[in-house]
């Protein structure tokens, strides 16, 4: 059983950067594929960055070049640096874990609680 809690959300200005964390539970999180989903009003949960247990990084291409997802397995804890941010990258996130590669909504196992990203234009 994996517990994820993010944070960092907030309400920022195009342009700007907001940095996410997200805190998981269990003695075995370095063997988890870690990732980032975000869910705008209206719209499909859709993937965003996922980082695996070997550090492999993959990225959505809408956030390619602007975003870094990251992990310390000694803090069990994954990061989302956001930058450059735009209005349409408002949106809920939420952290993800599966010990399979994550790519899809459908495949993951745990899901936090999400955190909102607002960014205003």
């Known amino acids: 059983q994996v517990q994820l809690v993010e944070s960092g959300g907030g309400l920022v200005q195009a342009g700007g950067s907001l940095r996410l964390s997200c805190a998981a539970s269990g003695r075995t999180f370095s063997r988890y594929g870690m990732g980032w989903f975000r869910q705008a009003p209206g719209k499909e949960r859709e993937f965003v960055a996922a980082?695996?247990?070997?550090?492999?990084?993959n990225y959505a291409d809408s956030v390619k070049g602007r975003f870094t997802i990251s992990r310390d397995n000694a803090k069990n804890t994954i990061y989302l640096q956001m930058n450059s941010l735009k209005p349409e990258d408002t949106a809920v996130y939420y952290c993800?874990?599966?010990?399979?590669?994550?790519?899809?909504?459908?495949?993951?196992?745990?899901w936090g609680q999400g955190t909102q990203v607002t960014v205003s234009s």
């Open positions: 980082i695996s247990w070997s550090r492999r990084t």
């Open positions: 993800a874990a599966d010990l399979s590669p994550i790519a899809t909504a459908e495949s993951v196992d745990y």
